[in-house]
């Protein structure tokens, strides 16, 4: 039986991605529980501006411009963005009082035995709206995807309709609202580990590190609430991060190198939690700083 919409409504995109993975670890309830991760299904996210002031690739998800380059050149179709984005300003700045909806299909990506297995995440964009002169339709940039992943590249997908709101009103995306509809949303139980090292707040869930006073009736001065039975037993996404978090504390407590881990995924995590004890930060690379400079063949 198909699960009703989970709909989550944010005043711009920094919200949005703050409220997004928040929602979701402290859900009682999931649609699908694995080793793995937890999944959300038939969700729809709102923001009513696409300003995304607070995004910062680098030191939210310890990830490099060249990710940003890959994931880009991975997705989108320069012809067919500099057309979809030239179609959207004619829509914002005129031919949206009458209706007029555009789209654009991302680019199909290569099937790999480990990543696009089953095809791709993000499917499809459309465009429609006008703020000029009198219009019953505000200008909404609408995403379509097969699943994106919490705490983790869905803030990259976020970043995709950022720089494509930039692109269409010319520097000023808080004219544009978002939508975006998404069969899963799934959180990787060790995945996400990168961002909660960046947010304090979820840090203290995993350390205690604040020493703050929880208004959670699991709290207990001293343990982390990752480690109360009955908190894991509560949040199903926190039991999954917590098997997770506790295979990262005792590898470091044993002191297993990072040369002894086999799976390459994981030991990105392990080497990401060794430079936050150390305080050792990737470069800033803030939403403001994103384009498509080098999705070659979009500037004309």
Partial sequence: MTSKFKVLRSEDLSSLWHDVVRWHLYKEEVDLYLSIGTNLENVVLEAKSMAYDSFDMGRDLWLTSSRWTMLIRDYLIPSETRAFVDRSRQILNDKGRSGVITNMAF???ARRTDRHRWGNCLLGATFRGCDVGKSDVYPTLTFHSRVSYNAYILGLDMAIGHVLAKEITKGQPERVRFQWHLDV???HGFKCLPYLYSQPDLMDVLAGTSNKE???RYYRPGIPLIDNP???EQYPTWRCIGRWWDAVRKH?????????ELYG???RIRRRYQEYLEGKLQPSVKASDLTFDKLEGYRT
């Fill in 107 to 109: 680019r199909g990506v």
């Fill in 252 to 260: 470091e407590a044993e002191g297993k190198t990072l040369d002894e």
């Fill in 230 to 232: 009955e908190f894991r």
């Fill in 185 to 187: 949303v799934q959180l």
């Fill in 265 to 267: 995924p994981y030991k």
């Fill in 214 to 216: 929880h208004n959670f």
